[in-house]
Nanobody
Framework: QVQLVESGGGLVQAGDSLRLSCAAS????????MGWFRQAPGKEREFAAS????????DYADSVKGRFTISRDNAKNTVYLQMNSLKPEDTAIYYC?????WGIGMEATDYNYWGQGTQVTVSS
């Protein structure tokens, strides 16, 4: 089992940047594919990005591609989401998640463990 704690959210203006962090504890962090999802008010949770166990492979939703970068530091048991050129439509609660299975994992049901989320609000 793994416990996940997100941090780094906040209120920013359109065009600004934020870096989210997700610290993991418990079983071997490098044994999990990691993902970031987001959920806006009144909407379903949606995939944003995922990263392979080694960090060598990444995948992004079209809505964030070119603006967001996912990375991980297995020595620090942490996954990051660098968000640049933020837009008001990026406003959501951002969750990190850990996946024991294989494959990209673009559905919330693909993931086994979740953090509590961190709020990101982008004003226009």
């Amino acid at each position: 089992q793994v416990q996940l704690v997100e941090s780094g959210g906040g209120l920013v203006q359109a065009g600004d940047s934020l870096r989210l962090s997700c610290a993991a504890s418990g079983r071997t962090f490098s044994g999990y594919r990691m993902g970031w999802f987001r959920q806006a008010p009144g909407k379903e949770r949606e995939f944003a990005a995922s990263i392979s166990r080694s960090g060598g492979g990444t995948d992004y939703a079209d809505s964030v591609k070119g603006r967001f970068t996912i990375s991980r530091d297995n020595a620090k048991n942490t996954v990051y989401l660098q968000m640049n050129s933020l837009k008001p439509e990026d406003t959501a609660i951002y969750y990190c998640a850990a996946r024991t299975g294989w494959g990209i994992g673009m559905e919330a049901t693909d993931y086994n463990y979740w953090g509590q989320g961190t709020q990101v609000t982008v004003s226009s």
